[in-house]
């Protein structure tokens, strides 16, 4: 599986951005995906993640009512869809799939695009 993500850059406190992420390969064994962020100094931190069957999503506190995941299965794509940004949600983005082989799962990632909120 090979993540493509596109739509980062920069914006002011108060704006949006929709982040797009591509997946290539076998994508029909996906079961979870998702996005994380990392800040200059933290951890990397879950921002939202859907499932492949359901489509059942599940969030951060920061991102809930702000910001929305949703997929198109027929692009094998997933997007961010953000929201009444805040300065605080400046981060590298990337994208996240788990894949599943039964009986083993498989972690991807793509290269991470840069998000800035300006003040």
């Known amino acids: 599986v090979q993540l493509v993500e596109s739509g980062g850059g920069l914006v002011q406190a108060g704006g949006s951005l929709r982040l797009s992420c591509a997946a290539s390969?076998?994508?029909?064994?996906?079961?979870?995906m998702g996005w994380y962020r990392q800040a200059p100094g933290k951890q990397r931190e879950l921002v939202a993640a859907i499932t492949s069957g359901e489509g059942s999503t599940n969030y951060a506190d920061s991102a809930k009512g702000r910001f929305t995941i949703s997929r198109d299965n027929a692009k094998n794509t997933m997007y961010l869809q953000m929201n009444s940004l805040k300065p605080e949600d400046t981060a590298v983005y990337y994208c996240y799939a788990r894949e599943r082989i039964w009986p083993r799962e498989y972690d991807y990632w793509g290269q991470g695009t840069q998000v800035t909120v300006s003040s």
């Open positions: 390969g076998s994508t029909f064994s996906i079961r979870r």
